[in-house]
């Protein structure tokens, strides 16, 4: 997973975050609008399953093909190797991080969620490319989140392990951003605010100018 001083903006969805949009038109604007890495998030009461999710996969990954981004699946460990994704985002309560890691193998990115320095501990000994955290502010993406914690877990995981990516998730927009960005994190993680918006290109380039607006403390 390469990461440098620009935020990367790491796009999260699913079938059913687009409302009246079609997922992969909506995809395919926040490729154009320079998403750094995409994760397909099925959840949800009309969430894809089998065939049609295979199908509904690939379409993503040959998106995300076509303009050089990483194409993560979250929690289906076995949908990401079946169709050889680039990796695989899992929690908590997701299959045991050493054994993604090893099903995975070493080549492949691993991405694991955690809440506290000591998930993060298990997370680097698992060998996690990076950790998601959050929710940092409220968040409708996710019914089962947690309380916002703000970015304090944040920087208390950076401050043990400065080494190690975080991606920052939850309730992120263009104008909460810059207070994300100046904990440290390597990106944020976005939902709703780009796959619920009119332009979704539009929207990422508001958030990379969120970014450009602050000074990292
Ligand atoms: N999907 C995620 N992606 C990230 C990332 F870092 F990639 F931004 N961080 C956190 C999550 C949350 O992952 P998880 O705890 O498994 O819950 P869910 O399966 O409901 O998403
Ligand atoms: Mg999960």
Redesign the pocket.
Known sequence: MKFTDKPLI?F?MGSENTGNRHPLTVLEEALSGGIS?F?L?E?GDFALTGHELEKFAGECQRLCGVYGVPF?V??NVELACKIGADGV??????EDASAVRRKMGNEKIL???VHSVKEAALAVSAGAD?????PVFSTS?????KSPAGVAGILSVKDAYPQLP?????GITPDNAKLVWSAGVE???VISAIAGAEDAALQVERLQNSFRRSDRQ
């Not at 985002?89 to 997701?94: A, L, M, N, R, V």
């Not at 990076?130 to 959050?134: N, R």
């Not at 993406?141 to 989140?145: E, F, V």
Request: no cysteine; net charge neutral; hydrophobic share 35%.
């Open positions: 790491y999260i890495y994760q998030r959840k993560i979250n929690d985002h899992i929690g908590q309560e997701d991405g694991i969620s990076y950790v998601g955290m959050g993406s996710k019914r089962d989140a975080v991606i920052a998730i939850g990106g944020v993680a």
